[in-house]
């Protein structure tokens, strides 16, 4: 018997009993009638007929319940494609990535989305500590670590600024440790450095951003940025990542976090951090 469902997107489809067999064999093998059942829900109140494959049901195992725990995953376009139907996206930045972590790799990445009628940008960040799935599964996180890092920024912000469209959905990226169905935290794999003597961080508007190039003994080429809060305190740094990070705070009004210690020639910044992303 054919049915009909009354979806989020104003789309109906129809699923079949035949089609509803290949579903079960073919998209949710091993399934109970009951998650296939929540699967089908799923996909009929989005408007997504379930052998598109848009989303896809994930059977994992849940440590605080002992049994199966069932998850909703998309791909990233399927979160940009929802987002521009609703009529009020947009658009968004390009990533803002934090400094390089001890192996080599990007602390956080930060995307701002901008919904019509909101004036500041909804933010998400995801950190290199909270995501990243361990050795065995990063081999392409290893590989391409600032898109992977920027496509879990970039639901985060969606999901924040559609709730209604995309809350309950999830990219495998965000999904990787098979035994909890939350993004992993690993522990660090080295030991953090205590900090500088005389270190302190602030909260700030950032004022000014300016750089000046200059030219070591050995003739190698460097910028020192100066980046002023709006009370005119200058800190230091050569760092352009940080200068890119501060452009973007002072053109969308965005406050900052700033780790600094007080050096020979002025405050020297160890780290900067945007506020207001979850």
Known sequence: ME????????????????????????VFPGCTDGELALYL?????????????????????????????????CSIDYFRAEA????????????????????????????????????????????WSEFYPGDKMGFMWKKMPYHMLAKCAEVLALRKAFPKRLSG?????????????????????????????????ITAAIKDVTGKEGQKADGQKFTKYTITDDK?????????????????AKEKAMPVNISFVVGKFGNDIKSFELIGAA
Do not use: W
């Not at 005119?232 to 973007?248: H, K, L, M, P, S």
């Open 3 to 26: 049915n009909a469902v009354e979806c989020l997107q104003d789309r109906k489809i129809i699923v079949s009993a035949e089609q509803k067999g290949l579903v079960k064999s073919i």
């Open 41 to 73: 829900f799923e996909c009929e109140r989005r408007g997504v007929h379930p052998l598109d494959r848009l989303i896809f049901p994930v059977s994992r195992n849940d440590k605080d319940s002992g049994g199966k725990k069932i998850t909703f995953q």
């Open 84 to 127: 521009s139907d609703t009529g009020e996206y947009d658009g968004q930045d390009e990533p803002i990535y934090g400094p390089a972590n001890s192996d080599g790799y990007p602390e956080y990445a930060t995307v701002l989305v901008y919904k019509k009628g909101i004036e500041r940008p909804i933010t998400g960040t995801a950190r």
């Open 169 to 201: 959905l999830y990219i495998p990226e965000e999904m990787q440790s098979p035994e909890t169905g939350k993004p992993p935290v690993q522990p660090p794999q080295k030991k953090a450095a205590a900090a500088p003597a005389g270190s302190q961080t």
């Open 232 to 248: 005119g305190v200058a800190y230091g740094t050569f760092d352009a990542q940080i200068a890119d990070i501060a452009n973007t």
